[in-house]
């Protein structure tokens, strides 16, 4: 499987920004879909989630509210929407999928076995 991330940018505080991550082989809509984030310095961290065969969705109370996530398995395609940005949003952003995951370790980036490349998201005025 191989995932490619694209539609980071540069955004106002306060803008918003689509991400997008598409596969390549495998099956899909049988995989959990995570985004995370990484910013300079510091650890990569659970942004949102969403479950393996469900529509299910988790997200990290940091964007709770503010970000969405969704996919159209049609298009093998995961979704992040992300509204009012602040600039502690500022990081790279990956999608990543697995295909095994369990709901109780679906925040957990050790757990997911494909990754995207990244794509920078920067909020700032």
């Known amino acids: 499987v191989q995932l490619q991330a694209c539609g980071g940018g540069l955004v106002q505080p306060g803008g918003s920004l689509r991400l997008s991550c598409t596969a390549s082989?495998?099956?899909?809509?049988?995989?959990?879909v995570g985004w995370f984030r990484q910013a300079p310095g510091k650890e990569r961290e659970f942004v949102a989630a969403?479950?393996?065969?469900?529509?299910?969705?988790y997200y990290a109370d940091s964007v709770k509210g503010r970000f969405t996530i969704s996919r159209d398995n049609a298009k093998s395609t995961a979704y992040l929407q992300m509204d009012s940005l602040r600039p502690e949003d500022t990081a790279v952003y990956y999608c990543?999928?697995?295909?095994?995951?369990?709901?109780?370790?679906?925040?957990?980036?050790?757990?997911?076995?494909?990754w995207g490349q990244g794509t920078q998201v920067t909020v700032s005025s």
């Open positions: 082989g495998g099956t899909f809509r049988t995989y959990a």
């Open positions: 990543a999928t697995s295909s095994s995951i369990i709901l109780s370790s679906i925040r957990d980036p050790r757990y997911y076995h494909y």
């Open positions: 969403l479950g393996r065969g469900t529509s299910s969705t």
